[in-house]
């Protein structure tokens, strides 16, 4: 992880009001790595969403999972890497051509305009997938299995790293090294209701496991007091 970070939190800020984002935004920017804008406050406010967050100091991980044809997801990502984030992702199932050209372009475009290139991960299955799920999509494959190949097929693409469930973590270290992002939903500490998350770590194990970052929302966003929520993971990680 690199030496300026001093938090492995990413805080999901799954509200609908920008006015919402803002009040946690300002109130935990100093504690975590990045904020996370998922599909609904993205497609509620828009980039302003960003705006808001980089006017306040704090980063973005711009959590829109792209899947789509390689020039569709190439064009998006430079859209995104204008916008000025932290990281992005996309769907490792979008394939190596649509991956490959998306780093391609970023890498490209970042070089020319001197700028940092925005960390760029990977979703290998979503953690609401099971082996079912997959037995019906016509995948016979185990999910680790496919879970390692989809992480891989990143890595060859020039993907920074992958977004993964806590128990996939060791898997992915041993297949795809140390220089590779990964970023961890699904954590819950010892104290916290485990909502409707079913295959939780905590933070401490997730970290212990190999994560570099870990992704935690309602810990934080809905704690009667979100910023000593984020502090005490902070202090359980050091
Ligand atoms: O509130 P909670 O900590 O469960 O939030 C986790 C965040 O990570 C949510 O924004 C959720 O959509 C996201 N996420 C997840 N599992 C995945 C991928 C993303 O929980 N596999």
Request: charged share 30%; hydrophobic share 45%; proline share 4%.
């Amino acid at each position: 992880m690199a030496a300026e970070i001093k938090s492995r939190i990413i805080t999901a800020l799954d509200v609908d009001e920008l006015e919402k984002a803002k009040k946690l935004v300002k109130l935990l920017k100093d504690d975590v790595a990045a904020f996370k804008i998922g599909k609904q406050l993205f497609t509620r406010c828009g980039p302003d969403a960003v705006k808001m967050i980089h006017d306040e100091g704090g980063r973005v991980f711009l959590d829109l999972k792209f899947h789509d044809i390689p020039t569709t997801v190439a064009k998006a990502s430079l859209e995104v890497m204008r916008l000025g984030v932290f990281m992005f992702n996309m769907h490792a199932l979008g394939g190596l051509d649509m991956m490959k050209k998306a780093v391609c372009e970023v890498k490209e475009k970042a070089l020319g305009k001197g700028e940092k290139k925005p960390i760029i991960l990977a979703v290998t299955v979503l953690t609401s997938q099971g082996p079912e799920d997959l037995k019906r999509l016509g995948i016979n494959m185990g999910m680790e299995d496919l879970v390692v190949r989809l992480a891989s097929l990143s890595k060859e693409a020039g993907v920074d790293g992958v977004v993964a469930s806590p128990k996939e973590i060791k898997a992915i270290r041993k297949s795809c090294g140390n220089i590779f992002t990964i970023v961890t939903p699904g954590i819950r500490p010892a104290s916290s209701s485990k909502d409707d998350q079913k295959r939780i770590m905590t933070p401490l194990e997730a970290v212990d496991a190999g994560a570099d970052y870990i992704v935690v929302g309602r810990p934080i966003t809905q704690a009667e007091d979100p910023l000593s929520a984020a502090q005490s993971i902070n202090k359980e990680l050091h």
